[in-house]
């Protein structure tokens, strides 16, 4: 091994006295393959960086010969010499030399840098326990920012040098074909199901890593909307579902969820009058839902922190997540300080849909409407009619708005009665339209009136 004199090094985490976890020859093993292969040189780009050596001068060393590659100059002892003496930075001849001469194996570059990669996310995570542990001890008001902090250091770390981003169109091409070849003989549902026939068929299924705005007056249905499509996933496809409930609490999500299941008027499930008829719907309902995996919580001061820490540790446990609903967009809490609420809720809508992106599950958020929408004679719902709609239009990547045509102003005629319409005004990745639900207002709950209406554009 290159004898190398001892460097100070600022960006070490502290020990204890402890030697940070490093291996010197991963380190000189990847310089020398670098030296001698321009091919090396490519692929360690792709695994390590210059920060990742424990050594500062191999760090150097290190980026000397990227700026070299980059200019499309050579990169051999010679050119690397003159590359570090240009930076300023003093090096023996004798050491670049010894790299190159006592190279290991070239073939194995890669792996010797996945070596410096995994100890650098060791000493990454030593620091970032070292400052979770001084913050701990720090007077603090804000426990739970401390949590999310931790999280987010943590995971991050892990998170680095997982995913390539980058991928040749002939790979992602035959990817397609394999997912065509999937769908081919399927029933043309080739996302998630809501459980609502008609809205699956002009959607083709939810996409994961998608964000769904929903939209509607007041007491038009949306959280009943919402409850049912996670009832759908949940009880029914054997998924988990995670519903954020800001307005009720967890007992009057279960309590809705129980009287739409087993068909039971919700006022007697408040009272306690029920019949024999309508205990045997509750205990054929609850034997249904016995297997289900809904989760409801019902912390009224939420953040997309908080969603994202619960909806990863659902995803740990399961191993899977169907979907996540937030009810509703606007009550959302912000731990910083934007300018004003728009900014606040643009943030947030960006967070979710970042989020459904990690998890790679539909993440749906609920939302208000402007009251603008109640001075016009025409009370359907539009876009501009989201409350504070900044970025929600243009992170979603579908936006559907329930409208019941009595409540627009409309004369209803006797076959539109207890009609809901959901129109879908936008779908990133297929048509446009609208369906029909029946509303079943006593059991608050939408049922299939399998009715399609496509304006495809």
Do not use: C
Request: no cysteine.
């Amino acid at each position: 091994m290159t004898q190398i004199p001892n460097e100070p090094n600022a960006s070490r985490p502290p020990t204890g006295g402890r030697v940070p976890p490093h291996s010197s020859e991963a380190e000189e093993a990847v310089l020398g393959a670098m030296l001698l292969s321009h091919e090396a040189i490519i692929n360690a780009q792709t695994k390590v960086s210059a920060e990742d050596f424990y050594r500062p001068l191999l760090g150097q060393i290190f980026a000397a010969m990227v700026d070299l590659d980059q200019r499309g100059e050579p990169v051999d002892p010679v050119t690397l010499l003159e590359q570090m003496r240009a930076r300023g930075v003093a090096v023996e001849p004798t050491l670049i030399g010894d790299l190159a001469a006592n190279a290991v194996n070239i073939g194995n570059a890669e792996y010797y840098a996945d070596i410096v990669r995994d100890k650098a996310k060791q000493r990454a995570l030593i620091h970032v326990a070292s400052t979770i542990v001084d913050e701990a001890y720090a007077t603090t008001d804000d426990v739970e920012g401390l949590f999310d902090r931790a999280e987010q250091g943590i995971m991050h770390i892990a998170d680095q040098g997982t995913e390539d981003s980058v991928a040749p169109l002939t790979e992602l091409l035959q990817l397609e074909l394999d997912r065509l070849e999937e769908r081919d003989g399927m029933s043309g549902i080739n996302g998630l199901a809501t459980g609502y026939k008609a809205l699956d068929e002009l959607l083709r299924g939810i996409s994961p890593t998608s964000l769904s705005i929903v939209g509607a007056r007041p007491s038009v249905g949306k959280t009943a909307f919402a409850l049912g499509i996670v009832t759908h996933v949940g009880a029914v496809l054997q998924r988990p579902a995670l519903f954020f409930s800001l307005e009720m609490s967890r007992l009057e999500v279960a309590e809705r969820i129980l009287s739409s299941q087993a068909r039971v008027d919700g006022s007697k499930l408040k009272t306690g009058q029920l019949s024999n008829v309508d205990w045997e719907n509750v205990t054929k309902a609850l034997a249904s839902m016995n297997d289900s995996k809904i989760y409801v919580d019902d912390n009224p001061m939420l953040t997309v922190m908080d969603v994202r820490a619960r909806a990863r540790r659902i995803k740990q446990r399961e191993g899977d997540l169907g979907i996540v609903v937030v009810d509703y967009l606007q009550l959302m809490s912000s731990r910083g300080r934007a300018e004003n609420r728009q900014v606040e809720v643009s943030e947030m809508s960006r967070g979710l849909k970042l989020l459904a992106r990690e998890l790679q599950a539909p993440v749906i958020a609920l939302s208000q409407l402007s009251r603008s929408i109640e001075q016009r004679t025409n009370r359907r719902p539009m876009m501009s009619d989201l409350r504070e709609s900044g970025a929600i239009e243009q992170d979603a990547d579908i936006i559907m708005f329930l409208h019941r045509p009595s409540d627009g102003g409309e004369q209803e005629s006797y076959a539109d009665a207890g009609k809901v319409e959901v129109h879908l005004s936008k779908h990133r990745n297929g048509p446009t339209g609208q369906v029909n639900l029946a509303w079943v207002k006593n059991f608050a709950k939408f049922d299939n009136i399998f009715e399609l209406n496509s304006d495809e554009r």
